[in-house]
C-alpha cells in the first residue's frame, strides 16, 4: 500500500513570499490532516478534512494560510505571506475513518525554511 | 488548555536494556491514545495504540500500559536495540471525531 505522499521535501523561501505544499493521501483515506512541527516540539494540528468539508480549522492562521481539499482527495496548504516563525516541517497525513479513535498515517513532511 | 505532556525530554540507554518513556496526560475524556517513533527526516510512524477501556496492550517488543486513574500513559520497549532510537510521542484524541492532540515528545537514545 503506497503511503501518504508530499511535496516538495524541501523548500526555502524569503519572508513576505508565498509557497505551497500538497499532499496526496492514501488511497480511500477520508480524512485528511495537516500538521505543524516546530523544531524540537510536537505536531500541532493546523486543519482537519473529512472528505473535501473542514472539520476542525480552530488552530489555522487565517490571515495567512489556507488550505483546500477539492474532490476530497488531494490537498494543498498555502502560507502567504511566510514569516520566519512559520519555518517548519509540514506534515500531511490521513486516516481511514472518520478522525478520532483511529490511527493516522504521515507523510515525510516538507521542511519550510523562512529567510 | 488541557494538553499531553512528557515526564522526560531525553532517555539514554544501553542496547539489550529495556526502556521505559512516560506520558502524562490532562483531559479525562480521552479516550484513544497511540504512541508514535519519529526519526529524523522522516514522519511520525504508528508503533501502538490503546483505548481507554482497557489498562495494558502488547505489541512486538512493546508495551503500553494506560493508568486512568492518574492520567498517566507508559510505553515500554524490551530488549532495546540501536535502531530504536528516535523521538517518542505519545498522542490523545480529546473528542471523538476530531484529530490527535500530541504531546513534545522524548528522545531515546541507545548507546552500544
Known amino acids: 500500500e503506497a503511503g501518504v505522499a508530499q511535496s516538495p521535501r524541501y523548500k526555502i523561501i524569503e519572508k513576505r513570499q508565498s509557497v505551497a505544499f500538497w499532499c496526496n493521501p492514501i488511497?480511500?483515506?477520508?480524512?485528511l490532516y495537516w500538521y505543524q512541527q516546530i523544531l524540537g516540539q510536537g505536531p500541532k494540528l493546523l486543519i482537519q478534512?473529512?472528505?473535501?468539508?473542514?472539520?476542525?480549522d480552530s488552530q489555522l492562521p487565517k490571515d495567512r494560510f489556507s488550505a483546500e481539499r477539492l474532490k476530497g482527495v488531494d490537498s494543498t496548504l498555502k502560507i502567504q505571506p511566510a514569516k520566519l516563525e512559520d519555518s517548519a516541517v509540514y506534515l500531511c497525513?490521513?486516516?481511514?475513518?472518520?478522525?478520532?479513535?483511529?490511527?493516522?498515517?504521515f507523510g515525510q513532511g516538507t521542511r519550510l525554511t523562512v529567510v | 488548555g488541557e494538553s499531553v505532556g512528557l515526564h522526560l525530554p531525553t532517555l539514554s540507554v544501553q542496547e539489550g536494556d529495556n526502556s521505559i518513556i512516560n506520558c502524562a496526560y490532562s483531559?479525562?475524556?480521552?479516550?484513544?491514545f497511540i504512541w508514535y517513533k519519529q526519526e529524523s527526516g522522516k514522519g511520525p510512524q504508528f508503533i501502538i495504540d490503546?483505548?481507554?477501556?482497557?489498562d495494558k496492550r502488547q505489541g512486538q517488543r512493546v508495551t503500553v500500559l494506560l493508568n486512568k486513574t492518574v492520567k498517566h500513559l507508559s510505553l515500554q520497549i524490551a530488549a532495546t536495540q540501536p535502531g530504536d532510537s528516535a523521538v517518542y510521542f505519545c498522542?490523545?484524541?480529546?473528542?471523538?471525531?476530531?484529530?490527535?492532540?500530541f504531546g513534545k515528545g522524548t528522545s531515546l537514545l541507545v548507546t552500544p
Open positions: 497525513a490521513s486516516s481511514l475513518v472518520e478522525g478520532g479513535g483511529t490511527e493516522a498515517f
Open positions: 488511497s480511500g483515506h477520508a480524512t
Open positions: 478534512f473529512q472528505n473535501n468539508g473542514v472539520v476542525d
Open positions: 483531559n479525562s475524556a480521552s479516550d484513544y
Open positions: 490503546i483505548r481507554s477501556n482497557m
Open positions: 498522542a490523545e484524541n480529546p473528542n471523538s471525531g476530531y484529530a490527535l492532540n
